[in-house]
């Protein structure tokens, strides 16, 4: 993996943010795109620009292919049984709230548990919030260790024989942690409830494999793994995705429409309502196969490098906090004593350096660690050690701005 070729395929970083070269380490919020998804992207638009499935034109056969091509990438990506367990949504909120609305929606009933964890990102706590309103289901959460871990005791003593529903984040935006998802997988399914599994900061870093993980569940978005925006996957094992009914109804999802009553295509286009996302389709499959060209493994041994080297330079600076395990993906989360973290991230754009400042859409963490916000800088496949020299930079003369010395 060299990772001055990797950057060569990534146009966006060859620039200057306010007088100094781009250090872009929010990757964790969206990350960049490489020359072979832009020009996916660009040539869909130019040559074969056509809605799907319906036409038997040139254009539209190309459109399908390269949409349906997508989705068998995908297939592989994760190691799914079948393209019908694939379903194209608009990100992976989107995708927790199919699985919130439709199975939860149709399967949960009174004093039945929900079990999610203190470190969830919001998009995989409200949509639970919502359906515990309306089929009277109960919201239960996993503590955390001391050190933002989770414990399998922790998982046993909270998941019960009325657990129903187990969603837990694969890795935590916030915390880098890690999550034991195939154990807590077992877990689950020992006491008869399906595994939910937001894998938006997982898909992008390490290989994923969801048969081996054995979760009923996974969500992931495009736009986090080098993908267009706009585009996200849903993962459901197809036995629950045939007696789930689709959230969104209308166009591209329909088999057979009546004057009162409707039939559904099979999976998993039952839940594709109208247009789907043609381009985002085939710009993820352009990255998908950009990532895998590169090797998951050598990304995910890239990014440890990175976040042990983050680690062990910013633990030397004086009144600087980190939070979360020593054990941790490619994230690191940060608060200077007396320094709100907007003003952190504020100087440190002054320095060409772009870092993540705020909830991270994590409030009930944010309260677990006694915190309003924090900073966060996040590493991917195409940040180097240097770039990292200079976010300590760029923190010390943080500290040296506010008189924090």
Same mark, same amino acid.
């Given at each position: 993996?060299?990772?001055?070729?990797?950057?060569?395929?990534?146009?966006?970083?060859?620039?200057?943010?306010?007088?100094?070269?781009?250090?872009?380490?929010?990757?964790?919020?969206s990350s960049q795109k490489?020359?072979?998804?832009?020009?996916?992207?660009?040539?869909?638009?130019?040559?074969?620009?056509?809605?799907?499935?319906?036409?038997?034109?040139?254009?539209?056969?190309?459109?399908?292919?390269?949409?349906?091509g997508a989705r068998e990438?995908?297939?592989?990506?994760?190691?799914?049984?079948?393209?019908?367990?694939?379903?194209?949504?608009?990100?992976?909120?989107?995708?927790?709230?199919?699985?919130?609305?439709?199975?939860?929606?149709?399967?949960?009933?009174?004093?039945?548990?929900?079990?999610?964890?203190?470190?969830?990102?919001?998009?995989?706590?409200?949509?639970?919030?919502?359906?515990?309103?309306?089929?009277?289901?109960?919201?239960?959460?996993?503590?955390?260790?001391?050190?933002?871990?989770?414990?399998?005791?922790?998982?046993?003593?909270?998941?019960?024989?009325?657990?129903?529903?187990?969603?837990?984040?694969?890795?935590?935006?916030?915390?880098?942690?890690?999550?034991?998802?195939?154990?807590?997988?077992?877990?689950?399914?020992?006491?008869?409830?399906?595994?939910?599994?937001?894998?938006?900061?997982?898909?992008?870093?390490?290989?994923?494999?969801?048969?081996?993980?054995?979760?009923?569940?996974?969500?992931?978005?495009?736009?986090?793994?080098?993908?267009?925006?706009?585009?996200?996957?849903?993962?459901?094992?197809?036995?629950?995705?045939?007696?789930?009914?689709?959230?969104?109804?209308?166009?591209?999802?329909?088999?057979?429409?009546?004057?009162?009553?409707?039939?559904?295509?099979?999976?998993?286009?039952?839940?594709?309502?109208?247009?789907?996302?043609?381009?985002?389709?085939?710009?993820?499959?352009?990255?998908?196969?950009?990532?895998?060209?590169?090797?998951?493994?050598?990304?995910?041994?890239?990014?440890?490098?990175?976040?042990? @080297?983050?680690? &062990?330079?910013?633990?030397?600076?004086?009144?600087?906090? %980190?939070?979360?395990? /020593? =054990?941790?993906? *490619?994230? !690191?989360?940060?608060?200077?004593?007396?320094?709100?973290?907007?003003?952190?991230?504020?100087?440190?754009?002054?320095?060409?350096?772009?870092?993540?400042?705020?909830?991270?859409?994590?409030?009930?963490?944010?309260?677990?660690?006694?915190?309003?916000?924090?900073?966060?800088?996040?590493?991917?496949? @195409?940040?180097? &050690?240097?770039?990292?020299?200079?976010?300590?930079?760029? %923190?010390?003369?943080? /500290? =040296?701005?506010? *008189?924090? !010395?």
């Open positions: 993996m060299d990772i001055h070729d990797i950057r060569k395929q990534f146009p966006i970083l060859d620039q200057q943010v306010n007088g100094h070269d781009l250090v872009y380490l929010d990757s964790a919020a490489p020359l072979p998804v832009i020009e996916a992207l660009t040539k869909y638009y130019r040559e074969y620009n056509s809605n799907v499935h319906r036409g038997v034109h040139t254009l539209g056969t190309k459109a399908t292919d390269g949409y349906e990438k995908v297939k592989r990506f994760i190691n799914a049984k079948s393209t019908e367990e694939v379903i194209f949504t608009r990100g992976a909120t989107t995708s927790l709230n199919v699985v919130a609305q439709s199975f939860g929606g149709g399967h949960l009933q009174e004093g039945d548990e929900i079990v999610i964890t203190y470190m969830e990102h919001h998009a995989n706590i409200i949509p639970w919030q919502q359906v515990t309103k309306s089929t009277g289901a109960v919201l239960k959460y996993i503590p955390l260790q001391e050190d933002g871990t989770i414990s399998l005791e922790d998982v046993r003593a909270t998941v019960t024989s009325n657990t129903k529903v187990v969603s837990v984040m694969h890795v935590s935006n916030v915390l880098g942690t890690v999550n034991p998802i195939k154990e807590i997988a077992k877990i689950a399914h020992e006491n008869g409830a399906v595994m939910v599994v937001d894998g938006a900061q997982s898909a992008p870093h390490l290989k994923v494999d969801v048969q081996d993980l054995d979760c009923d569940f996974f969500a992931f978005s495009s736009h986090k793994m080098c993908g267009p925006t706009g585009i996200g996957v849903l993962y459901g094992k197809k036995e629950l995705l045939e007696k789930m009914e689709p959230v969104e109804t209308g166009g591209e999802m329909i088999d057979f429409v009546g004057l009162y009553e409707s039939t559904w295509k099979e999976l998993p286009w039952k839940f594709e309502a109208g247009t789907p996302i043609i381009a985002g389709a085939i710009g993820l499959g352009a990255a998908i196969d950009f990532l895998e060209d590169i090797g998951l493994d050598n990304i995910l041994d890239h990014e440890h490098k990175l976040a042990n @080297y983050a680690l &062990e330079r910013m633990s030397e600076i004086e009144g600087l906090t %980190i939070y979360g395990p /020593k =054990e941790r993906a *490619g994230v !690191v989360t940060f608060n200077i004593d007396d320094v709100h973290p907007h003003d952190v991230a504020t100087v440190l754009d002054s320095e060409g350096i772009a870092v993540r400042a705020g909830h991270h859409c994590a409030q009930p963490l944010m309260k677990w660690l006694n915190v309003s916000a924090t900073a966060r800088a996040s590493f991917y496949l @195409y940040n180097t &050690e240097e770039e990292i020299d200079k976010l300590v930079a760029g %923190i010390l003369k943080t /500290k =040296e701005f506010f *008189g924090n !010395v």
